[in-house]
């Protein structure tokens, strides 16, 4: 079909406030050049077989159809056990717990559920790059909190200024993306009172609750007085249990919070995968012991790859949790690499590895935002960091 020559609106004004994910940018551009991708959180290995048992039982048995909106029956239930087994969060699984398409939709149904267009919302930075869009997409203003290496610590100064009668919302990561930071209970309180004074919600994203490291503690804000009927709790399936493609998540929070977003979810995606679900909700039944050998393998690959960056001359912040290692690269910046994310383009199409520009979870304008950092993701085979140390190692002595 011919085009007309008449000019066609294009993207809605709302749109320019962002780009596209640098991070999936990252991973096509590892395609293109058949680099290594240490860029994009998602493991390179499978899933434990019970899983994908699970899911071939609940296809075989004909869970194929719509569930009910909020989730199925079965799977919030278990939801509510594990929260208050491991979390301390009381929740009703019929009125208190919504299953979602990931915790991406879960986060953008609370940001769309509950937060009005002109208000502010607080984003710690380095941030999540979802944050931010979410954040224009409900008509919010974003305010930033730096968190500050080599602990990835805030100033208490800083945060109470950037409350104020306007706050509808603070977000929280913890264990943290990118940096691996998890928020001690004494860093929650602070945030527990700030909020109870201006009245403010808390979004709460904990889907590396279980990846922890050298004793770190898991403390989900919900379980911290004060922010009980206040916060929404973030998770899904897949970053415990290697899944990231299944898109089953969940939010948990009080009904009054629950309703709003429920009518966000409902319009927005009718339903998570049914047999996801049901494959989802057999998962979160697996034995303690699973959990403890999730983290320990982490561990493990996470040693491996700090060793293995800073033989090659980067400086590595060592991660609580989460499966990211934030890395200065200062020493490799020069006239022709002048800033992380010329630094991110070489080694992707000619060291063939692939990361994650640290400015990218950084409002660039803001005060200690940097442009010195990588993010790298060790949610790999041992043969895949290997073979990535190695390019480094051998091509990052060759000046571009």
């Known amino acids: 079909m011919k085009r007309t020559a008449t000019a066609v609106r294009s993207g809605a004004q709302r749109l320019r406030q962002f780009t596209e994910s640098v991070i999936r940018e990252q991973t096509r551009m590892a395609m293109e050049h058949k680099a290594i991708n240490l860029a994009q959180g998602f493991p390179d290995f499978p899933c434990p077989p019970v899983l994908k048992k699970l899911a071939n039982d609940a296809l075989a048995a004909d869970w194929n159809q719509y569930s009910i909106t909020w989730g199925l029956p079965g799977l919030r239930q278990a939801i509510a056990e594990k929260a208050k087994r491991y979390n301390g969060i009381q929740a009703d699984p019929h009125s208190e717990i919504t299953v979602t398409c990931g915790s991406t939709e879960a986060m953008m149904c609370a940001f769309l559920g509950l937060v009005d267009p002109g208000s502010e919302v607080i984003l710690f930075q380095p941030f999540y790059e979802n944050y931010h869009p979410d954040s224009y997409l409900s008509g ?46 004494a860093e929650l309180e602070v945030i527990s009172k700030l909020c109870q004074k201006w009245n403010v919600r808390v979004f709460s994203d904990e889907i590396y609750e279980h990846i922890l490291y050298d004793g770190a503690r898991h403390i989900s804000p919900a379980s911290i007085p004060g922010l009980e009927d206040r916060t929404v709790t973030i998770n899904s399936a897949s970053k415990t249990y290697a899944v990231t493609g299944w898109r089953v998540g969940w939010a948990i929070a009080a009904k009054p919070l629950s309703d709003a977003m429920r009518k966000v979810h409902d319009f927005l995606t009718v339903c998570a995968a049914t047999p996801l679900q049901v494959a989802t909700q057999g998962a979160l039944a697996l034995p303690a012991s699973y959990y403890r050998d999730l983290a320990k393998e982490y561990c493990e690959r996470r040693d491996y790859l700090i060793a293995g960056l800073e033989d090659v001359g980067f400086r590595c912040f060592k991660s609580q949790g989460a499966y990211y290692v934030m890395a200065e690269a200062g020493k490799f910046l020069n006239k022709k690499l002048k800033d992380d994310t010329a630094l991110a383009r070489h080694l992707v199409s000619n060291v063939g590895v692939a990361a994650v520009p640290g400015s990218s979870f950084y409002q660039q304008s803001g005060k200690n935002a940097r442009n010195d950092l990588l993010r790298f993701c060790f949610c790999k085979k041992e043969e895949t960091l290997k073979e990535a140390i190695g390019r480094l190692k051998k091509r990052m002595a060759v000046a571009p």
């Not at 305010?143 to 950037?162: G, H, I, K, M």
Request: hydrophobic residues 30%.
């Open 140 to 185: 919010a203003r974003p305010r930033y909190v730096s968190l500050r290496p080599p602990d990835w610590s805030f100033d208490e100064t800083e945060l109470r200024r950037a409350f104020g009668p306007k706050t509808s919302a603070i977000v929280i990561t913890t264990p943290h993306n990118p940096t691996g930071k998890v928020f001690s209970r």
